[in-house]
C-alpha cells in the first residue's frame, strides 16, 4: 500500500519560505506522477504542481515561486516555497498516481497524504 505522509508545514510571515516534504513508503515513485494540492477553508482543492521523471509543472499562481524535486533514494518529494503570500494559506497535500504522465486533476490521482497545515501571515 502506498502511503504518502507530508511534514515541513507551520507559520512563516509573507515573504518568507518553507519546504515541506512528502515520503512516498510501499513502492518506489521515480515512475510515479506526484503531486501537490492545497485547500484553503471554505474553497475548493486547487492544483499546485507536479513531478514525474524530471518533468515538473505548476499553477499560474505559484509559478516562478514554488519548486518541486525528489530524492528518489529517500523516496522523498519536496515543496520549496518562496515569497509565499497570504493567499498561499492552506492545508498541503500530496499526491501519488499509479501512472505517469502529467496530472493535474485530484482525480487522477490514487492516494492522499493527510495534509500539513501552512499559514501565511501579513
Known amino acids: 500500500q502506498v502511503q504518502p505522509v507530508e511534514s515541513g508545514g507551520g507559520l512563516v510571515q509573507a515573504g518568507g519560505s518553507l519546504r515541506l516534504s512528502c515520503a512516498v513508503s510501499?513502492?518506489?515513485?521515480?515512475?510515479?506522477?506526484t503531486g501537490w494540492f492545497r485547500q484553503a477553508p471554505g474553497k475548493e482543492r486547487e492544483f499546485v504542481g507536479f513531478?514525474?521523471?524530471?518533468?515538473?509543472d505548476y499553477a499560474d499562481s505559484v509559478k516562478g515561486r514554488f519548486t518541486i524535486s525528489r530524492d528518489i533514494a529517500k523516496n522523498t518529494v519536496y515543496l520549496q516555497m518562496d515569497s509565499l503570500k497570504p493567499e498561499d494559506t492552506a492545508v498541503y497535500y500530496c499526491?501519488?498516481?499509479?501512472?505517469?504522465?502529467?496530472?493535474?486533476?485530484?482525480?487522477?490521482?490514487?492516494?492522499w497524504g493527510q495534509g500539513t497545515q501552512v499559514t501565511v501571515s501579513s
Open positions: 499526491a501519488v498516481s499509479h501512472s505517469g504522465g502529467p496530472k493535474t486533476r485530484g482525480d487522477d490521482y490514487d492516494y
Open positions: 510501499g513502492r518506489t515513485f521515480g515512475w510515479y506522477t
Open positions: 513531478i514525474v521523471w524530471g518533468d515538473t
